[in-house]
């Protein structure tokens, strides 16, 4: 499976913003995806995590009631969409395909991140 996020940029505190994970291969569906953070200076975190077939979500607490992730298996693609985004927020946001998990070791195979930067 390769993965390969979309959709970062610069956005001011307070706003929105959705990121795109594509997948390529027949197999995507069978993994859960997580996303992932980090900040220069900083350990990956985790953000959140989708089960395989979209009906399971978990989210770190730092995110939880501002970002949303979901999933379209048709389309291979797992979204993120951010919201009341924070200048804390700002990091690369990697997306992650493996299991159902907050760790990082849990994930098989990583995209190759798209930055974040929240800033007035």
Same mark, same amino acid.
């Given at each position: 499976v390769q993965l390969v996020e979309s959709g970062g940029g610069l956005v001011q505190p307070g706003g929105s913003l959705r990121l795109s994970c594509v997948a390529s291969g027949p197999t995507f569906g069978r993994y859960a995806?997580?996303?992932?953070? $980090?900040?220069?200076? !900083?350990?990956?975190?985790?953000? @959140?995590?989708? =089960?395989? =077939?979209?009906? =399971?979500?978990?989210? @770190?607490? =730092?995110? !939880?009631?501002?970002?949303?992730?979901?999933?379209?298996?048709? !389309?291979?693609?797992?979204?993120? $969409?951010m919201s009341s985004l924070k200048p804390e927020d700002t990091a690369v946001y990697y997306c992650a395909a493996g299991g159902v998990s907050r760790l990082v070791s849990a994930y098989d195979y990583w995209g190759q991140g798209t930055q974040l930067t929240v800033s007035s």
């Open positions: 995806v997580g996303w992932f953070r $980090q900040a220069p200076g !900083k350990e990956r975190e985790f953000v @959140a995590v989708v =089960s395989l =077939s979209g009906g =399971s979500t978990d989210y @770190a607490d =730092s995110v !939880k009631g501002r970002f949303i992730v979901f999933r379209n298996n048709a !389309k291979n693609t797992v979204y993120l $969409q």
